[in-house]
């Protein structure tokens, strides 16, 4: 019982910084739902390549003879870099993938999806290899770096990932609330065609919201890459797929939903692996996800279904 | 929807004269495991050409015309001499993790087996060939490469491959056809209790270095308490069981935790050995660079328990480099000297360097089996008929009184190479330094 409140402490941080990234990838998986009631599966492997941009640019901007700028101007740098990069990346992929899909029957632009993300994986290991890479965080945040909590200790990396991530979640639920872009989207993600006779530019709304959705991811794929240094072009898989879970687990299509589903995805994974065990952290996690789905189908936030008389 | 297929159709060719570009190992990781995907992604971009809504009976050509255009710039002969009988030029196959999560390993695997073949052919006059097969560690890619030496008759013997969970699923492939295996580096135990006929090594098995890891932990390290946390592969199951009875059996507490070769994100796990605080943590695990994230973490939250490593770890690049530090002081068991230090063994030592620059444990091993391999081959030859059988019965007879790795090799009736020992390292002021030798 002891050793319990001993660990409780770190393993809620834990749980909150993998919870924060999680929750990052939802947000673009129930953004693009939201808009298109499309499940980008290609999401995961945006997130990868925000990643090896991440890695680019600090390969870039610290080299053996030291680091050319500031460690937090380079974090910036790979943040905004990979958030770019990634966001174009988004928009592109829409044009190319989905928009000639538009009006099939929804399992067209999935299989598309499904095409974009193994084009992704295997563009990046053709053009840059199979190998693990690994960011070399300490160069920019010493690892003893850190807050100490009572028992918990939260590392300095840690801390960026979950201050980050919770800034760009509030970002995102400002722009959703309050200005006329989020409007915008709220409306198409109610009703496309209504909203086009209202006078939203459907198309330009849509763009947006990928290019938003994909941002996001990229910036997730730097924090992962800092926070955890392993950056190979399969990493899209397990992340877009508890991404996926994450964004189902808290109502896919809604936007704080996808934020709660995720720190609740990384809370019970944390939980899992400290107080069960790391073997089976996944089957936990899954079997969490369905309880939730028996007791309330579309998510913990999801929309009532409306029972049509 | 004209420009997006022109647009697709010049970013497949920009990436195929990528892939041409590129060295011949990187296309063919692509070719098999594109293959399947890109007949999926292209008939979204190439439905289009006919102008008509998605005939895939018509794209399907198209789409796989794209995977074996990547194939064919391969170093392999293997697609065209399946066509064929065979060229009357003698190979040798090689199965290494040439790219994927053990890229370092199997591609030093792959030059020490290219200077071994070059030097064989130099003193011998032989013009013996090597065939590549790339398997990613994974043994369903293993086996696809498997098949394809198999296919290829004038492929009459193969190195490799490197992971025991890779050999359970080659040996019976190769089997089939009579081509005999000799790895470099797989440990498990019981592979040569699964009565393979074809399967041989030449490093020692797991109940050797179960048996001395978990002694100097015991007798060097003090341990009282100890954690072996596995990551659910053939080899790193095998050696936990040796590791766990050993240690139990001396009367230290064992906690076993497993893990999955996918995990980046152990931090959970530390916290929970955090609580525990055992004096040494063992990991039988293949893949040194997760053990780099783990050490990393470990130091993140100050958990002080000294790391014990198996053969998977030795990789100076993977474990000690992208560690910054944090493996410092860290022991590794494996199967093979430095062979730097061996006087008879420095001059390939020197030419590896000359030409691929460093190395770490993984490539002495691999020379050995292809001098092995080789001399069985030329030994075959000698005897008048040259075929997969003949080569593996004389792999059999294998009795080197020397090798590069300082000791002899003599190959048992069950394909274990008799009174072979372990080697422990500890990680000091960046390098692994030689410690002691079991037996």
């Known amino acids: 019982m002891q050793s319990f409140f001993n660990q409780l402490p770190q393993q809620l941080v834990n749980g909150l910084t993998l919870g924060a990234v999680y929750a990052l990838i939802a947000l673009g998986y129930s953004m693009v739902y939201g808009v298109l009631q499309l499940l980008n599966f290609a999401h995961g492997d945006v997130y990868m390549i925000g990643a090896f941009v991440g890695y680019g640019v600090l390969t870039a901007l610290a080299p053996k003879s030291g680091l050319l700028a500031p460690a937090w101007l380079i974090i910036l740098l790979m943040l905004l870099a990979a958030m770019l990069v990634c966001g174009l990346l988004g928009v592109v992929i829409e044009w190319f993938a989905y928009r000639p899909l538009r009006g099939a029957p929804r399992i067209a632009p999935l299989i598309s999806a499904l095409g974009v993300s193994f084009f992704l994986q295997s563009a990046m290991q053709l053009l840059f290899s199979a190998n693990f890479r690994t960011m070399k965080t300490e160069l920019l945040l010493p690892p003893r770096l850190g807050l100490d909590i009572g028992p918990a200790r939260i590392s300095a990396v840690r801390l960026l990932v979950i201050v980050g991530a919770l800034a760009l979640m509030a970002a995102m639920t400002v722009l959703v609330r309050r200005t006329r872009l989020g409007r915008a989207m709220r409306a198409v993600a109610i009703d496309r065609e209504a909203a086009d006779m209202m006078g939203v530019d459907v198309n330009r709304v849509i763009v947006t919201t990928f290019f938003i959705g994909s941002a996001l991811a990229g910036a997730a794929g730097v924090m992962v890459g800092l926070a955890f240094t392993s950056v190979w072009h399969y990493m899209g898989f397990t992340a877009g797929l508890k991404g996926f879970t994450a964004a189902v687990l808290g109502g896919i299509g809604n936007i704080p939903g996808a934020m709660l589903g995720g720190l609740l995805l990384g809370l019970t994974e944390s939980l899992a692996v400290g107080f069960i065990s790391p073997t089976y952290k996944d089957l936990i996690a899954f079997v969490v996800l369905i309880v939730v789905l028996l007791i309330r189908p579309t998510g913990l936030l999801g929309a009532k279904i409306q029972q049509k008389v | ?439």
């Open chain 2, 1 to 439: 929807m004209r420009i997006r297929l022109m647009i697709a159709l010049g970013l497949i060719a920009a990436l195929m004269l990528a892939a041409c570009g590129t060295t011949p190992t990187v296309a063919p990781t692509a070719a098999p495991a594109a293959t399947a995907p890109t007949a999926m992604a292209a008939p979204t971009a190439m439905a289009a050409p006919t102008a008509m809504a998605a005939p895939t009976a018509m794209a399907a050509p198209t789409a796989m015309a794209a995977p074996t255009a990547m194939a064919a710039p391969t170093a392999m002969a293997a697609p065209t001499a399946a066509a064929a009988g065979g060229t009357g030029t003698v190979k040798i196959g090689i199965l290494a993790p040439i790219t994927g999560p053990a890229a370092s390993i199997g591609s030093e695997q792959l030059n020490f087996g290219k200077l071994a073949v070059e030097d064989f052919n130099k003193a011998n006059g032989t013009t013996y060939e090597l065939v590549e097969g790339d398997t990613q560690l994974d043994p369903a890619k293993a086996t696809d490469a498997a098949q394809r030496f198999a296919s290829d008759s004038d492929i009459y013997v193969v190195v490799g491959p490197a992971g025991s969970q890779e050999v359970l699923a080659v040996a019976p492939v190769l089997g089939k056809v009579n081509l005999g295996m000799i790895s470099p580096s797989a440990t498990r135990t019981d592979l040569t209790e699964q009565g393979f006929k074809n399967f041989f090594r030449v490093v020692p098995r797991d109940d050797v270095q179960g048996a001395t890891d978990a002694t100097f932990m015991i007798e060097q390290l003090k341990a009282k308490k100890v954690w072996v946390i596995d990551d659910q592969t053939a080899y790193s199951t095998g050696l936990r069981d040796v590791v766990v009875q050993a240690l139990k059996g001396k009367g230290a507490a064992v906690t076993t935790e497993s893990i999955t070769q996918k995990d980046t994100d152990f931090s959970s796990l530390v916290t929970k050995m955090k609580a525990d605080l055992p004096d040494a943590v063992f990991l039988p695990w293949q893949l040194a660079n997760q053990a780099a994230v783990f050490a990393k973490q470990m130091t993140e939250q100050g958990v002080t328990s000294t790391i014990f490593g198996s053969d998977g770890l030795f990789s100076a690049k993977d474990f000690i480099d992208s560690a910054a530090g944090a493996t410092e002081g860290a022991y590794v068991s494996n199967f093979a000297p430095d062979i730097k230090s061996i006087a008879a063994s420095k001059p390939v030592a020197d030419a590896y360097q000359a030409k691929y620059g460093d190395f770490s444990s993984f490539g002495a091993p691999t020379y050995a089996a292809m001098m092995v391999a080789l001399e069985a081959v030329q030994r075959a030859e000698k005897s008048g008929t040259l075929s997969r059988e003949t080569v593996l019965a004389e792999l059999g007879k294998t009795d080197q009184a020397s090798s590069v790795l300082g000791t002899p090799i003599k190959l048992s009736s069950k394909g274990d190479v008799e009174n072979a020992s372990f080697f422990l390292f500890q990680v000091k002021d960046g390098k692994f330094v030689l410690v002691t030798q079991s037996k």
